[in-house]
């Protein structure tokens, strides 16, 4: 599907619903097991790269998610993939050339110290990495503002610096969850256009930064922060004794302007050269970001965007059993037939065989 206007399909965003619940031990282990073997056969076939292009296409990580048996419709499909193919990738990430770092609420935080620990493992530089993971989280929580607050951040990458992110928001009112997909290799500039593309149903209107045509509002929202938190305070102060119009989306009665000095002044004391550093900057968050918003356009008709980037939805289908219950022995044998392909594949190198055979011994034979 593209959208009007589109030259190249979008992708990008996915609307879930919350459903509760967990995976059974017996799936997720089985899940485990594909996922490693999925991912050696695709890295040997198609190379790391291509393993990342894909991941970052949320309609091939949606039929990922149901090739691996997990509910189709619900948004648990994302924790619970990314953490079988971070589970399944444990011990091989060497054979396939890629590795993953985080995942679901406090080990999302962890990511930068995960990267590290890895590139000490396996001797690579993880700024580049680091850095990716860090903005392409600060982007979907602060830059665009969607109502979603995002929970679930998961890079995969390479050694040599190519990445994907998938992340996911959820929005407590409607208990719904919305996915972010990233591909490093095609982000021009984080801050104008970054995503993959967008899939998703659009729900109304989003604060987005990010959007090609709010440049003068992110140009602007630089300007602003290097000039110092006085000067925006007070601008601030004085559009709460207007009256904006209905139209407007960012109310002025939401700040409180001097609770905002602290992440103002982080900026100004930093002097962020542009909307991407003033965004990379600590303490400067979505506040922050709509305090920065509402000035440039209300007082300096700068126009900042509301377009929300959701433009597709997934047809909507059932919960658990739908639409069949998870095939255990049919499961079982398709690990069995991907293990057996991926011992026979022409790796090329005596080590990598071995390391498959070790790790054969390493798995349980019964769940």
């Known amino acids: 599907m593209v959208a009007e206007g589109d030259q190249v399909p979008r992708t990008g965003i996915a609307h879930l619903p919350l459903h509760g619940g967990t995976a059974p031990p017996w799936l997720f282990q089985r899940m485990v097991h594909l996922s490693r073997y999925l991912l050696l056969v695709l890295a040997e076939e198609f190379g790391p790269q291509e393993v990342l292009r894909r991941l970052s296409d949320p309609f091939w990580f949606q039929a990922l998610g149901c090739l691996l048996g997990f509910d189709w419709h619900s948004s648990g499909l994302t924790t619970v993939v990314c953490a079988a193919l971070k589970e399944g990738l444990r011990g091989v990430e060497a054979d396939a050339g890629l590795f993953i770092a985080g995942g679901k609420g ?215 059993g739908h639409p069949y219950p998870v095939d255990r022995e049919t499961y079982d044998r398709t690990v069995q037939a991907l293990k057996r392909a991926v011992e026979r594949a022409r790796l090329g190198q005596r080590e990598k065989l071995d390391a498959l055979r070790r790790l054969s011994l390493a798995l349980p034979q019964e769940c």
């Open 106 to 320: 406090r080990t999302s935080r962890r990511t930068p110290a995960e990267i590290e620990a890895l590139a000490e493992r396996f001797s690579f530089d993880p700024r580049r990495l680091v850095y990716a993971s860090r903005m392409s989280a600060k982007v979907d929580s602060a830059a665009l503002q969607d109502g979603y607050q995002v929970y679930h951040h998961t890079i995969f990458f390479t050694a040599d610096g190519h990445w994907a992110v998938i992340q996911q928001g959820m929005n407590e009112a409607t208990r719904y969850a919305r996915r972010y997909h990233w591909l490093g290799d095609e982000v021009e500039d984080f801050v104008c256009e970054p995503h993959k593309g967008v899939v998703s149903e659009a729900v109304g209107t989003a604060l987005n930064m990010v959007a090609r045509e709010a440049a003068p509002a992110r140009e602007l929202s630089a300007q602003l922060a290097r000039e110092g938190p006085e000067r925006i305070v007070r601008d601030l102060e004085r559009l709460r004794r207007l009256e904006l119009p209905r139209r407007h989306h960012l109310e002025a009665e939401d700040f409180d302007p001097r609770r905002l000095e602290a992440g103002l002044l982080r900026a100004y004391q930093r002097q962020p050269r542009d909307f991407e550093e003033l965004l990379g900057t600590e303490g400067v968050g979505a506040k922050t970001v709509r305090a920065l918003a509402l000035v440039s356009e209300v007082v300096y008709g700068a126009p900042a965007s509301y377009r929300d980037p959701a433009r597709y939805s997934y047809a909507h289908g059932g919960k658990d």
